[in-house]
């Protein structure tokens, strides 16, 4: 599938908290109650996905919208 995402990993600290990688830097980390929802959804999802909706890095639908604009035509 063109434009899924992919490197994505994660590790888990001492003191429980998520953290997530993409490319191997930070990307993000997750603490307490949502690191513990991470911990049982990334079981259940596809891993890959659900760390690009977390970080904020996944397509968000306006693509072709955004490909019509006038800024984005080049005049």
Known sequence: MAGA?????????????????????PAGVLRGSAAARFLVDVEQDDPQ??????????????????RNHPRNRGR
């Open 5 to 25: 995402p992919e490197g994505f990993t994660y590790r888990v600290r001492k003191n429980g908290d998520i953290e997530l990688l993409h490319h191997e830097r």
């Open 49 to 66: 996905e659900l760390m690009a909706r977390l970080t904020g890095n996944y397509r968000h639908g306006n693509e072709r919208v955004a």
